[in-house]
């Protein structure tokens, strides 16, 4: 019967808290070297099992992946008339992930003058930031010019899931949007926009 007496060696491994408060290289050789320690004297499986779970949870959130770590000046950024929301006239660049596929995602689309897009959804939560120019949105599935609410350059809103919103664009705009894929744009069947040479 596996023994169920105090095992001082338990609290000799360092708490999550305080592994995530500094996940330095030291920090985490020490934590190693315990696990593996403790691993080699204890008999129980489920100590070895609780020890290797601990492990890779720190490793991942402790010291990420080289891989992820993304820095882009504008010029480096691709820009495509294609992707999860670019439509006729439009330039998306994803920055982070891709809104087609599972996961988080953070992409910049481009605006050309006289651009509206009519009452539409997503299926995920987005956040949204005006990096230039000036964008009007509104909340509805029905057009309204009355809702439509001035955001000019640095401001920021939300477009939570399922929830139908419209967007008018009198000068060329750039806008920032994070959400969690897979993301689409569904175009609600009442949709009702007034005509311009921009609408879908």
């Known amino acids: 019967m596996p023994s169920t007496h105090h095992n001082p060696q338990i609290h000799a491994l360092a708490s999550p808290a305080a592994v995530l408060a500094a996940p330095d290289t030291d ?12 691993m080699v004297e204890q008999l129980d499986s489920r100590h070895v099992i609780v020890a290797i779970a601990f492990a890779v949870a720190l490793v991942h959130v402790a010291i990420g992946e080289t891989s992820g770590v993304i820095a882009l000046v504008p010029h480096e950024m691709h820009w495509s008339p294609q992707g999860g929301f670019a439509m006729p006239g439009m330039e998306q660049a994803n920055l982070v992930g891709d809104p087609k596929k599972p996961g988080p995602y953070t992409l910049r689309l481009k605006f050309p003058a006289g651009y509206r897009l009519a009452p539409h959804t997503h299926p995920d939560a987005r956040e949204v930031t005006i990096l230039s120019g000036t964008f009007y949105t509104g909340y509805g599935e029905r057009w309204d010019n009355a809702s439509l609410k001035e955001l000019p350059a640095g401001s920021f809103y939300t477009e939570p899931a399922n929830l139908a919103h419209f967007i008018e664009v009198r000068e060329p705009v750039l806008i920032q949007v994070s959400g969690v894929g897979p993301s689409t744009r569904k175009f609600l069947e009442t949709a009702a926009t007034p005509d311009s040479p921009g609408s879908p």
């Open 27 to 38: 920090l985490l050789r020490s934590l190693v070297g315990r696990i593996r320690r403790f």
